[in-house]
């Protein structure tokens, strides 16, 4: 997979809004999410789905609904600290 890319449930995942990968695909696949890209939002609810920098996610976590900007990919699932610079939170 290419680094300017990265499926939704490893994004969720590595910045710790899911305590486990399974956990962030059952959420999505459950749930489900929204994607919004050039101005254009859809709805997801495959975990496999690609999302970039610039992307914004709306989703259910355990502690609630979350809208969060992208800012980049993280690289690992690192500390709590590290994982906050990859996105921006705007609710």
């Known amino acids: 997979m290419s680094e300017e890319r990265m ?5 969720l ?4 809004f899911f305590k486990a990968r399974t956990s962030a695909t059952e959420a999505i696949e459950a749930k489900g999410a929204r994607i919004e890209r050039d ?5 997801i609810d495959k975990p496999a789905t690609p ?3 610039g ?8 502690s609630g609904s979350k809208l ?3 800012i980049s990919l993280p690289e690992r699932r690192g500390p709590p600290a590290e994982a906050a ?3 921006e939170p705007l609710l």
Request: charge should be positive; glycine fraction near 4%.
């Open 85 to 87: 610079l990859c996105y």
């Open 7 to 11: 499926r939704i449930d490893v994004f």
């Open 51 to 53: 999302v970039e920098a």
């Open 68 to 70: 969060v900007r992208i």
């Open 39 to 43: 101005g254009q939002v859809r709805r």
């Open 55 to 62: 992307d914004v996610l709306s989703f259910t976590a355990p």
């Open 13 to 16: 995942w590595r910045t710790r």
